[in-house]
């Protein structure tokens, strides 16, 4: 059973930073490519940034230079650090695992970020 825990949101002023983390159960996680979406209500759930098994990276133009993810595979972890957080950063954030970038079938239940 694949389970994926994200944690970190919160509350923070324009400009400043959060990191979430998401935990991930089930085996073999550094297979996995890993992701973050987030999603504002009444809007559709829009990519954020992906890592896949190699450690390449992908970012969406919105978040390029002011987001950065990466994982853990010692921890099964996979992280979002968030800079210069502004307004419009404000959504429901969600992590996901899957077989590659356009293939996400696990999702965790979101933590919000409020700016």
């Known amino acids: 059973h694949v389970q994926l825990v994200e944690s970190g949101g919160g509350s923070v002023q324009a400009g400043g930073s959060l990191r979430l983390s998401c935990a991930a159960s089930?085996?073999?996680?550094?297979?996995?490519?890993m992701g973050w979406f987030r999603q504002i209500p009444d809007r559709e759930r829009e990519g954020v940034a992906g890592i896949e098994s190699d450690g390449s990276t992908s970012y969406a133009d919105s978040v390029k230079g002011q987001f950065t993810i990466s994982r853990d595979n010692t921890k099964n972890i996979l992280y979002l650090q968030m800079n210069s957080l502004k307004s419009e950063d404000t959504a429901l954030y969600y992590c996901a695992k899957g077989a590659g970038p356009n293939d996400f079938g696990y999702w965790g239940q979101g933590t919000q970020v409020t700016v």
């Open positions: 089930g085996s073999r996680y550094s297979r996995y490519c």
